[in-house]
């Protein structure tokens, strides 16, 4: 299938950027530049749904430091307490925030019976790995000891996430049952939003999807330059087709987008899941770019897409 014709009109105004000078591609600039450039991204693609109530919050990590989260629930879910996602930011561990996210995170809560939790982990490379997965666990401990105080119900949890994110959500996933000490709450659900899963290799779709397609592949090496060593990334908590075994785990939404370097490592990761015997629902939009979940104000269909993922997580929460 080729490319959704507004996404192909909106990477050409891109490339014509780059071409005059304007604009510079992510691995090209620095960490400061490519943050500030990823929060404008959101204007660009969508902007925040009203009526969603957002409450910010202070999480302590385990050496102190405070994380930012905010926790969304759309007025009238009178539930109480009330199942939770918890939502991890994509990124590359290096870009993005709870601002960057903001929108997509609303529009996830508006339509779901469930509060959305969405946890600012430090980025690198001020912040290398594995901070951003310890991070990430302290938040869901956090979620269990605190949780009731805000009317959440820890018993009904969701890990979710997108690019970086989703890795963290299915590290996360594995964690609550081979590491408990590390992770104290074992999901009902997983959803893993075109997920960085193998940062060990170059696969196929590097090479097709290289270059003009939103996430670049040099981009994927500036994240992980500045995130890990070489002798990290694998790690399988950096590239969780590695992990040793992922059977046993909480059922997983794999969603992947067509024209994307991340493609043929995430569709990998979902049939290591499935061989492992988990329950896997893998769904692929052919004709959109790596982030299409935030482009809610640039593609008419992903509103549609915001509404399956959000349908597949209230029956598994409920």
Known sequence: MSLLPDLEDFLSLAEM???????????????????????????????PVPHVDSDELRIPARDGFSLRARLYRRPGLEVSPVPVVVYFHGGGYVIGSL???DALCRRLAALGGFALLAVDYRLAPEWVFPTAVHDAC??????LRNGAKQ??????????????????????S?????????VAIVPRAQVLLYPVTDGSCKRDSHVRYAE????ETATMDWFYKHYATAEQLS??????????????????????????????????YAEQLKVAGNDVLLLEEPGMTHDFMRMSG?????????????????????
């Open 298 to 318: 640039l593609l008419e269909e992903v509103p549609g897409i915001h509404g399956r993922v959000v349908g597949w997580l209230d029956k598994r929460l409920s």
């Open 138 to 143: 302290d938040a869901v401990n956090w979620l």
């Open 17 to 47: 950027g780059r071409m005059t000078g304007k604009s510079l591609p992510m691995h090209a600039l620095t960490p400061a530049q490519a943050r500030s450039e990823f929060e404008l991204s959101a204007s660009v693609f969508d902007v």
């Open 99 to 101: 601002d960057s996210h």
């Open 235 to 268: 790690d399988w908590r950096i590239s969780p087709v590695l992990a040793a075994d992922v059977s046993g785990l909480a059922p997983a939404l794999v969603y992947l987008s067509g024209y994307d370097p991340l493609y043929d490592e995430g569709l990998a």
């Open 174 to 182: 594995i964690l609550a049952v081979y590491e408990p000490q590390e």
């Open 151 to 172: 009317g959440l119900d820890a018993s009904r949890v969701a890990f979710a996430g997108d690019s970086a994110g989703g890795t963290l959500s299915t590290v996360l």
């Open 212 to 215: 003009g397609y939103l996430l």
